[in-house]
């Protein structure tokens, strides 16, 4: 009988031979089969030198009626091969997302002879072009597609967002700052428009801008429509701020005296806070809407904001998405100004790198709920409740059990900037970069003014880093070390380290210190905030710390498209939640509570029971054309968070929420 080892050794030997054999049959295969394809010529990468020439950009915005704009650009060229590229990377999406498959019915001529176009095989956004013999010009005619149905896109036959990133196509191989643009635009008639480009002539309904290189036009959109007031929020000659309100009727243009103090302090007080600014003039570009979707996009001297309709007329249903306009002006300073240094690209289709996001958009964050305080946008009980429910979130969300916060700002270019979005969102955590940022930063500045016993915040901080360069707009990067060193400058502290363990590493524990360090701890109990009982419920009310799930329930200012089958539809399950554990899934309906129809008045009775009882809570859900009943086990009542003071420990939280004098 053989021993152990022989069977050992044989096994070896005939694996090596099988080893060899194999590899032969492959050499065979390789050196007879196919070639790999030869990798195409990469599109030239950007130079900073000028291009020679100016392009000519006449934007035709008369067919808002179809979505259509109509578009005529005139580049200058030599004769040779040029390579047009369609804006890809839009600072301030994160991502590569601009569609570029809404821009249709492309036509090139040179000396008035149509001349192919051919697109890179590899880059969807490059077109290549051969410029013949004596051509001086190609004169490019295309539409852009806007979205067409109500709420997926920002044209309606009121209202019109131009963003020039979809009207242009611009030569690859030079910096963006060095080609300049001539842009006209045609406005439909009757129709005023804002925007912070300097007008250099109209006539009638044509408007002539003034040249501008290809970032700062991209980085100045334009609104346009019927209804329009722009109010005045400048706090000196030298300083103007306006907000410039369209809305799809004339009344919801209209502002009281308390709303309109508001929004100025809002500009006093970020002012105070940077004691800088990095703006001839900034247009806070603001639609009032429910017939266009909502949006939030940050600009150097504007930031494209939208809402909903009522946002003067029913001031408290708005206090949730309040922080809108000073998230976005804060940006003009943290972003746009001081901007991470993987952030800052040299055209529109370079990738970037969102490490830093944590800090551009999570501290952008923390500011703007800070200034909304601080302004009286929202009062301090609102802000409270902001807060807790931010924190209350993360308790009932386990993604942060396997994702590191800074992991989340790769979202943006994973989801197509919210193309492809999450079904399982308490697990995925996509945009996570932004909520938990505000404790993360909430945490550091209390950790300040802990530290330097009341001396220091992270105001100082602020003023420091962001203040640099007053009433320049000329982008200064940062770094993950310039940062440490600034507030190292302000208050000596291991942050590397901090934000080391809060940021790059899976931290199952939410970052509630911040709430500790300022004299509140985060509370559940069953008292509705009156503010949330003025929020838009058509949107999803979120059970995510009872019962698990956030379902629509009617009633709300604004119908969204599916709105006649949206009472009761499930749009989030939390995971490992009860609803979870019941097999409940984001495509369900929920129809019955207890054996009774449901409503929203039906679903928190039977919470509230089931906190008295060891009764499950009944739920009868549709799914296609099938019905579930679930049984959820929820004894802990409707649980709203709130932040409750610890009485005897110092108030920060108040401190840091008040007005800066
Ligand atoms: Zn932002």
Redesign the pocket.
């Known amino acids: 009988m053989p021993s152990r080892s022989f069977y050992r050794s044989s096994r070896v030997v005939f694996a090596a031979f099988l080893i060899v054999a194999l590899t032969t049959i492959c050499s065979a295969q390789d050196s007879a089969g196919p070639q790999p394809a030869p990798l195409p010529a990469p599109v030239a990468g950007p130079v900073d030198k000028p291009y020679p020439g100016t392009f000519a950009l006449k934007v035709d915005l008369t067919n808002v009626n179809q979505r259509v704009l109509n578009v005529r650009e005139t580049i200058p060229v030599n004769s040779g091969s040029i390579t047009l590229l369609y804006p890809q990377w839009l600072p301030?999406t994160h991502s590569p997302s601009n569609p570029v498959g809404a821009m249709a019915g492309l036509v090139v001529t040179a000396n008035g002879r149509r001349i192919p176009w051919v697109r890179d095989r590899v880059n969807m956004w490059a077109f290549h072009i051969d410029v013949p013999q004596g051509a001086s010009a190609l004169e490019l005619n295309f539409q852009y597609l806007a979205p067409v149905k109500p709420r997926q896109g920002r044209i309606s036959n009121k209202f019109a967002d131009l963003t020039w990133n979809s009207v242009l196509l611009y030569p690859a191989g030079y910096f963006a700052r060095r080609i300049q643009f001539s842009p006209e635009l045609r406005l439909p008639e009757g129709w005023k428009f804002a925007t912070s480009l300097d007008v250099k002539s109209q006539n009638g309904n044509v408007v002539q801008f003034k040249d501008v290189p290809l970032n700062t036009l991209i980085d100045s959109p334009l609104y346009a429509g019927i209804n329009y007031k722009r109010v005045d929020l400048s706090t000196g000659p030298d300083a103007p701020v306006y907000l410039d309100v369209f809305a799809d009727q004339t009344e919801q243009l209209d502002i009281t005296s308390e709303e309109f103090e508001y929004h100025k302090n809002l500009v006093i007080q970020a002012e105070k806070l940077f004691s800088s600014r990095h703006y001839d003039r900034y247009d806070f570009l603001f639609s009032l809407s429910d017939s266009v979707g909502g949006k939030?996009l940050?600009h150097h001297q504007s930031s494209e904001d939208g809402t909903r309709a009522n946002y003067f007329t029913d001031w408290l249903a708005g206090v949730a998405g309040r922080a809108l306009l000073a998230?976005?002006y804060v940006?003009s300073w943290n972003?746009k100004f001081r901007r991470p240094a993987d952030l800052w690209t040299t055209n529109f289709n370079v990738p970037m790198q969102n490490d830093l996001l944590w800090v551009y958009?999570g501290l952008?964050?923390y500011y703007g709920n800070v200034l909304t305080a601080r302004s009286g946008l929202r009062t301090l009980e609102q802000t409270r409740d902001v807060f807790a429910g931010i924190a209350a979130n993360f308790e009932a969300s386990p993604g942060r059990t396997w994702r590191p916060l800074d992991d989340t700002t790769n979202q943006p270019i994973i989801s197509a900037h919210g193309a492809r979005p999450e079904e399982w969102a308490s697990w995925q955590r996509g945009y996570d970069y932004y909520p938990e940022s505000d404790l993360v930063w909430l945490d550091a500045d209390t950790k300040i003014r802990e530290l330097s016993n009341g001396q220091k915040s992270l105001d100082d901080f602020a003023r420091l880093f962001f203040g640099i360069d007053n009433k320049s707009y000329v982008t200064v990067t940062y770094t993950f070390d310039d940062l440490v060193k600034i507030l190292n400058a302000v208050q000596p502290f291991d942050w590397a380290s901090f934000f080391r363990i809060r940021v790059y590493q899976v931290e199952a524990q939410v970052p509630e210190d911040g709430f500790t360090r300022s004299g509140y701890r985060l509370v559940y109990n069953d008292t509705e905030s009156e503010w949330m009982k003025h929020m838009d419920r058509s949107r999803g009310i979120s059970f995510a710390t009872s019962l698990g799930f956030a379902v629509k329930a009617g009633g709300g200012v604004a119908q969204d498209d599916d709105d006649d089958t949206s009472d009761g539809s499930i749009t989030g399950v939390w995971w490992n939640s009860p609803a979870f554990k019941a097999g409940m899934t984001p495509d369900m309906q929920l129809k019955a509570v207890n054996d009774q129809s449901f409503s929203l008045a039906t679903l928190r009775e039977a919470i509230l029971a089931a906190e008295k009882s060891n009764a499950p809570v009944k739920l009868l859900l549709k799914r296609g054309k099938e019905y579930i009943t679930v049984s959820l086990d929820c004894h802990g009542g409707l649980r709203y968070p709130h932040l409750e003071r610890v009485e005897s420990t110092p108030d920060r939280l108040d401190e840091i929420l008040a007005p800066i004098k």
Request: hydrophobic share 0%; charged share 40%.
């Open positions: 301030g939030g940050e998230h976005e940006h972003g958009e952008t964050d």
